[in-house]
Every structure is written in C-alpha cells, then in structure tokens.
C-alpha cells in the first residue's frame, strides 16, 4: 500500500511482513497456476495441433492409400481391357484366317469340280466327235463300196453289152460271108 513521505501509513494499518509474505505466496501461486494453466492450455493446444496434424497425416496417407489403390485398379482394369482386347482380337483374328482358309479351300474345291466338268465335257465331245468320225468314216466306206459295186456292176453291164454287140456284128458277118459265098457260087454255077 502507499505510504505518506516520512514513512508512516496513511488512512490503514501497515501490513505485517508475515501478511505480505502470505499475500506474496498466495499471488505467486495464482500466477504459477495461471501460468501453469495456460502452459497446460497451450501443451493441449499443441497436443491437438499435434493430434489434427496426425489426423490430417493419417486421413492424407489413407487419401493416398485409396488414390493408389484407385489408380491400381484403374490399371488393372486397363490391363484386363486390354488383354480382353488382345483376347477378342485374336479371336477375330484367328476366325478370319479360318474364314478365309475355308474360302480358299471352297474356291479350290469350286475351281476343282469345274475342272472335273470341263474335262469330263472334253471327253464327251471328243467321244462324240469320235464316233461321229467312225460314222461318217463308215458311210464313205458303204458308199465306197456301193459306187464300187455300182462301176462293177456298170463294168458288167457293159462287158455284156459290148459281146452282145460283138456276137452281133460276128454273127452279121458270118452271115455276109455266108452269102457272098452263096452269091460266089451262083456266080460260078452260072459261068459253067
């Protein structure tokens, strides 16, 4: 408490030194308290600063964790896609080369039967042509020996006509020869 100049109290009694001490103890404690207080708040406050910022580490390396594992199976997914992909299009690939190996050998087989016909119409024809060769050849042969026949026959005819007129002009003769001796003789009977 303030003091007047001289050194005596003014207005109350004068504190013990005892009283002071208590008073000063007493302030201290509450400001040791208050002090302790707020290092308690403020080491809770940093305990919860600590335990936010861990939390917030934690919940961040979880967000990561799932991230990661979001991309991984993403990427999974991208690669099964793409091994489905490669799966299917081996398929498809495979199913053309069969599609076209068939085709090929259908065209082969077609070309093949076509072949075969065209031969086996070859072979008709040059048997036909064949026989209608054998018989035409025939005919020339049966027509040959017809016209043959005919000219012996004709040649026959002819050699009989040619002595008939041969015996004719024989007999004709003889008989001029017959009577010009008849005629001679008269001829000489009368000149005897």
Known sequence: PPQQDGGQPQG????SLPEQAAELQEQN?????IHDERLQQQEQER?????????????EQEQQLREKEAHEQRMREQQEQ????????L????????????????????????????RAQQLRE?????????????????QQLQE????????????ERLQEQQQQQEDLLREQQLREEERLREQQLQEE
């Not at 793409?82 to 299009?89: D, S």
């Not at 398929?91 to 065209?118: A, H, T």
């Open 126 to 142: 040059e048997e036909l042509m064949l026989e209608q060769q054998r018989l035409h050849e025939e005919r020339l042969r049966e």
């Open 148 to 159: 043959e026949r005919e000219q012996q026959l004709l040649a026959q005819q002819l050699q």
């Open 12 to 15: 109350q009694a004068s504190i």
């Open 82 to 89: 793409e091994e489905r992909l490669r799966e299917q299009q």
């Open 91 to 118: 398929r498809e690939e495979e199913q053309r080369l069969e599609e076209q190996r068939l085709e090929e050998q259908r065209l082969r087989e077609e070309e093949q039967r076509k072949e075969e016909l065209l």
């Open 29 to 33: 404690f509450r400001e040791q308290r």
């Open 47 to 59: 305990a919860a600063r600590e335990r936010e910022l861990q939390d917030q580490q934690l919940r």
